[in-house]
């Protein structure tokens, strides 16, 4: 057992409790959260050592979307376009692949780390980052990928998915859970869809998907037109899209913990769709800014929950949440900065679970201690500010507790 204590403990318990000068007693898992004099009456055997000055304790950030197969790339990709950059991607991905060691993809997880990251939700297309994950004390959802939109090629791609995920799964544990992502509705065909959620369905495996990210996709899916056409043609010999949106958010029926990602395009239709499915949107703002000038309109979302995701390195300059935060109350100019950064936060702890199924994001009993620690550079007048100064002032953290461990 253990006990940490700060000025400041941010809960994100669903009356979004702030405890000043605050204790949290955990080993595994969270035991107790209370104030400092009463944790320090109640364990009186401890040495409980005084809460530092402006010091803060949280839940660990979740990065509900991340590809770290993509981090070698800096400087290789065409933004501004998602069709320039889907083109882009194509012409480096093999080069940045391989340049994608484990040793690069292990410095990035121990960057999430010291940023303040304890959770990934991880889209992994070959596994080239699953011995990098393995080796990471972070906590992963590990999601394998599948993609391919040509009948033909439908079992072929079915068994080495099969395979890939089967290996994944031999690792599972208690910082290590495989769950399946779709690449998205135009890029893989819905039988083969339909036959990976079938395995989600069986095995409760946590999926997510890519889901209406550029008015391309929207336009090719729903008019066979548009660039993509062209792209379909050239590559794929291609010249109808495989499914409709609505279509493809009907073969998601069943699945218990399920999120898509980007969803800017998405109309009331498909949104109410995604949240009949008790679905999560994973946003990804940053990459929706660098690909497509767009971004999603969290007002149309009503109840649906939103998590926070920086995609990877070929579409984002940082895979720091604290940098995402900021970016995120950038681009989200009209919203009010105090509320918004509560809201924001949510979504990078509470929603992140949610996305990913998980029983974390909250500093509450019986949730995993998965915990932040870091210090504000001075003191709050406003106590609600505190998630604004949060987001506005912290670059790195200085504890970082996973499961109960010090890492
Ligand atoms: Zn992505």
Redesign the pocket.
């Known amino acids: 057992m253990k006990i940490l204590t700060a000025s400041y403990i941010v809960t994100f318990d669903e009356d979004f409790t702030i405890l000043k000068d605050g204790a949290i007693v955990f080993d595994e898992k969270i035991i107790e959260v209370g104030s400092f004099d009463y944790i320090k009456n109640r364990y009186p055997k401890f040495e409980i050592i005084s809460p530092k000055i402006n010091s803060v304790l949280m839940p660990g950030l979740i990065n509900s979307?991340i590809?770290l197969e993509f981090s070698a790339n800096k400087t290789s990709l065409k933004y501004g376009n998602f069709y320039l950059w889907l083109n882009s991607v194509i012409r480096h991905r093999e080069k940045l692949i391989e340049k994608a060691k484990t040793s690069l993809i292990s410095q990035e997880l121990k960057k999430l780390l010291k940023t303040g990251t304890t959770t990934i939700g991880a889209?992994s297309s070959y596994s080239f980052d699953l011995e990098a994950c393995l080796k990471s004390p972070i906590n992963k959802l590990f999601f394998c990928e599948v993609i391919g939109s040509k009948a033909d090629m439908i079992d072929t791609l079915f068994a080495d998915f099969k395979a890939r995920l089967k290996d994944a799964q031999k690792h599972n544990s208690k910082n290590f859970q495989t769950g399946i992502a779709i690449h998205s509705p135009y890029s893989v065909h819905p039988f083969l869809v339909r036959e990976v959620l079938n395995i989600a369905k069986e095995e409760k495996l946590a999926v997510t998907s890519?889901f209406l990210e550029s008015k391309d996709e929207k336009e090719w899916l729903n008019k066979d037109d548009g660039s993509f056409l062209e792209f379909f043609k050239n590559f794929l010999n291609q010249e109808k899209a495989t499914t409709k949106p609505l279509e493809f958010l009907n073969l998601f029926k069943g699945v218990k913990n399920l999120s898509f990602?980007?969803c800017v395009e998405a109309d009331f239709k498909e949104l109410t769709k995604i949240k009949e499915l008790n679905a999560t949107i994973n946003h990804?703002v940053t990459?929706n800014r660098f690909l497509n000038n767009s971004r999603l309109n969290i007002s149309d979302l009503e109840e649906i929950p939103f998590s926070i995701?920086t995609?990877?390195l070929s579409?984002n300059n940082s895979l720091s949440m604290f940098d995402e935060l900021r970016a995120c109350l950038n681009i989200h100019y009209e919203k009010n900065i105090v509320k918004f950064s509560k809201t924001l936060l949510n979504s990078a702890t509470v929603n992140g679970a949610k996305a990913l199924g998980l029983k974390k994001g909250r500093l509450e009993k019986d949730f995993d201690a998965d915990i932040i620690g870091f210090s504000l550079p001075d003191k709050i007048e406003d106590i609600e500010d505190i998630y604004m100064q949060i987001i506005l002032h912290t670059k790195y953290v200085d504890d970082i507790i996973i499961g109960g461990e010090f890492v």
Do not use: E
Request: charged fraction near 10%; include cysteine.
């Open positions: 979307h590809h889209i890519h990602t980007h990804c990459s995701g995609d990877g579409s």
